[in-house]
């Protein structure tokens, strides 16, 4: 049996990963592939306690999480998709007509 | 048990006349304002001669409880009435020379074009001073007190595009408020120690208590902070300054308001609080010594006046010192009974140099008038009239009302022969300056100009004219008063009236008046000696002004520095400017405005406005609308909130 420790740095590497990535990148499509690795992340870390204290809730989070990481995906390429054909650039820091 | 009497109509009568006036006079004809100002007026003289009529019936003192004001806990101050002997003759005075004084203006003023705003406001003045006498607790008469000042104030302010109005009415009611913090004061003092301002309660209350011979109390201080009021609204030394100027007012308004009514106010309010005074002999004494004193320095200002309602104007004062001297050797029913016949004669007084003003167009100088019993004979009769009756002469009214006050000086055991000697020569210096006032106005030839172009609108002929029949009739009857008001007091049938007042709740003194032989004859020789100033007066003026004009100036020159003292009225209005004008002004400007205001209060914002702009500016740099420097300052927010929450862990 895999100890818990594992399954928690495993999950904590993914969601480091997800911020630095979030942080550093400028492409949006990898931008928001890295929120969806925090998102997997976070759920590792759910799945891995619920096997652990044999508790279903950690489970049910995560079908929570990943429902809401879909309708996500779909409302963020779509919106991704629109400022593309506008902009047609995917750097966000050329995306900042709202900025003062 | 009482019949309802509906004192509260009294001042309600003038109060709608001045809201009918004041709101619609601006549209309505002078002849509806008159209507409505004289019926209103009229109708509150009328409404105090048939109480005045039920008097004898009712068993005073007559109370009427009209509206709930103040409760608060044991404390409780009500729209209340009171009426006995004392508030039934400040009832008769006020609304009968009021009315008088209306009838009269409706002659004076008839040619200004703020005719209906003067109705309104003398109506208003009537509202307030009823309500100051009718009171029945010292709340509701501080209102009526406030009122007439405010009253005053816009009626000395009538004609407020000229200058000098306009600062004389500030001035009136600057000083008066000197004199309402003293008044103030009592109340509360009145309210801690005695839980009470009802009249009937208060003095109730102080009735047990002994007179504060032996050293200054409670009551001492109350009875000196009441005539500190007194003394504002009454101007007496040292608040007596803005009188003179409130001259500045139209005529009609010097009689009622600085002459008959509202300057009686103090003498009223001292009188009715007798019983606290009576218990507080050193609290007598300062009243009789101001009064004393003012009735002297005011008759000697009097006599270098040259303008002739400036003598009035001292005169008023003067008289009013006598009145307080009265009351501070307990003579309250003489203080009272020299109120009313001052209102009489000095109404008159007032009234007549209103129509001699008038006569002469306008000017107000004595030097250029003379000769006008030709021109204006009623005005001569009546004014001659008035000023035997402030001389003293008798059987005028002044001459029982002020023998009355100096025998009483005299013999009262409050009294003294200072009081009754600095009386007499007050008395001697008043004949004086009135019959000088008297030979200037009326008698010799007329020295002014031709008032050509205003006479030719009434007789073309450009010499002094008299005044229309509106305004001789309210003259005549105040001189038939001036001459019999005295009358009453024969016998010491005032007195008497009065004495239910004075003497309930009188201090149990040993009366020093042992009515005996030899103070018979006393008071006849002291009323023979009064007498003897009066014509004393009157030969010297005759001499100084009728047989040798030229005297005057000589001996104004022999005087020098001390004539121009007198000419300046002792320097007191510049004495006050240096002493309290000038550092107020001065403290407030150099210290309050420019320090305080914009050093303190205006830096204290604008350095809050700097600060906060400053500290925005270097923050919002923050805020730099980049996405991931958001997501770092989550990140580093996260990262410390779970250190921390480590470290914590790690402790425990």
């Not at chain 2, 609108?457 to 029949?469: I, L, Q, R």
Request: charged share 10%; with cysteine.
């Amino acid at each position: 049996m895999v100890p818990l420790s594992y399954y928690l740095l495993l999950s904590g590497f993914l969601f480091a990963c997800g911020v630095t990535g979030f942080l550093i990148k400028r492409n949006i499509i990898t931008i928001f592939m890295s929120i969806e690795l925090m998102l997997n992340g976070v759920n590792l870390s759910f799945v891995a306690f619920a096997a652990h204290w044999h508790a279903l809730a950690g489970q049910v989070f995560v079908f929570f999480v990943m429902v809401v990481a879909a309708a996500e995906a779909t409302v963020g390429l779509a919106i991704i998709i629109a400022v593309y054909r506008t902009r047609e650039t995917l750097n966000v820091d050329q995306v900042n007509l709202l900025k003062l | 048990m009482n019949p309802t009497l509906n004192l509260w109509l009294i001042p309600i009568l003038p109060l709608a006349g001045a809201a009918i006036n004041g709101l619609l006079g601006k549209k309505s004809s002078r002849r509806a304002v008159t209507i409505v100002a004289l019926f209103f007026s009229g109708a509150a003289f009328a409404m105090a001669l048939w109480v005045a009529l039920r008097f004898s019936s009712l068993s005073l003192p007559y109370q009427e409880f009209l509206a709930h004001w103040i409760r608060s806990g044991s404390f409780s101050a009500d729209f209340a009435f009171y009426l006995d002997q004392l508030s039934l003759v400040m009832l008769l005075v006020v609304t009968g020379v009021g009315f008088l004084i209306h009838i009269y203006s409706v002659g004076y003023m008839w040619d200004d074009p703020s005719y209906y705003r003067f109705f309104a406001y003398l109506n208003l003045f009537m509202f307030f001073m009823l309500t100051l006498v009718l009171a029945n607790n010292y709340l509701v008469m501080f209102i009526g007190w406030e009122g007439v000042g405010l009253a005053s104030y816009l009626l000395i302010g009538f004609w407020f595009t000229k200058d000098s109005a306009a600062s004389a009415g500030k001035k009136a009611f600057i000083v008066n408020r000197i004199g309402d913090f003293g008044f103030l004061i009592a109340l509360f003092l009145l309210i801690k120690h005695f839980g009470s301002l009802n009249f009937e309660q208060v003095f109730h209350r102080v009735a047990p208590l002994s007179p504060e011979t032996a050293s200054a109390g409670l009551l001492t201080a109350v009875g000196i902070l009441l005539m500190v009021g007194a003394a504002g609204k009454s101007a007496q030394i040292p608040l007596y300054i803005w009188l003179p100027d409130a001259m500045e007012g139209p005529t009609p308004v010097s009689a009622l308001i600085h002459a008959a009514t509202m300057v009686t106010a103090g003498v009223y309010m001292v009188s009715r609080s007798h019983v606290i005074f009576e218990r507080a002999p050193t609290a007598l004494t300062v009243v009789a010594i101001i009064g004393t004193l003012t009735a002297f320095f005011a008759a000697t200002i009097g006599i270098a006046q040259t303008d002739i309602k400036k003598v009035l104007a001292y005169s008023t004062i003067s008289q009013l010192g006598y009145m307080f001297m009265a009351c501070g050797v307990g003579a309250f029913s003489a203080g009272i009974f020299h109120l009313m016949t001052h209102a009489f004669f000095k109404g008159l007084l007032f009234l007549g140099a209103g129509s001699v003003i008038h006569a002469c167009g306008g000017e107000q100088d004595m030097r250029k008038m003379g000769g006008l019993r030709l021109y204006a004979p009623w005005t001569f009769l009546t004014m001659t009239i008035a000023t035997l009756a402030i001389a003293g002469v008798p059987p005028l009214a002044g001459f029982f009302s002020k023998d009355e006050i100096l025998w009483k000086a005299f013999s009262s055991e409050h009294g003294s022969w200072v009081f009754w000697l600095i009386g007499v020569i007050t008395a001697f210096i008043t004949s004086f300056y009135m019959f000088r006032l008297w030979f200037l106005t009326f008698l010799g030839d007329y020295r002014g100009l031709k008032v050509a172009e205003h006479s030719a609108a009434h007789d073309g002929h450009g010499w002094p004219h008299e005044s229309p029949m509106v305004m001789i009739v309210p003259l005549a009857i105040l001189a038939v008063l001036s001459f019999v008001g005295g009358w009453v007091g024969i016998g010491n049938h005032f007195d008497r009236f009065l004495a239910p007042v004075f003497e309930a709740g009188a201090a149990a003194t040993t009366s020093a008046e042992a009515a005996g032989e030899s103070a018979g004859h006393m008071e006849l020789y002291l009323t023979l000696i009064s007498v003897a100033a009066a014509f004393l007066g009157f030969y010297l003026a005759y001499v100084l002004y009728h047989r040798k004009p030229e005297l005057p100036q000589k001996i104004a020159d022999s005087l020098g520095g001390f004539y121009r003292t007198v000419v300046h009225k002792y320097y007191v209005d510049e004495l006050y400017a240096a002493l309290f004008i000038k550092p107020l002004i001065d403290g407030s400007t150099r210290i309050l405005w420019q320090d305080v205001d914009r050093k303190i209060i205006d830096a204290a914002v604008n350095d809050a406005g700097d600060g906060a702009r400053y500290v925005s500016d270097e923050v919002r740099h923050m805020q730099s609308g980049n996405l991931r420097s958001y997501a770092g300052w989550i990140a580093a927010g996260a990262a410390v909130v779970i250190a921390y929450m480590i470290w914590s862990g790690l402790g425990q």
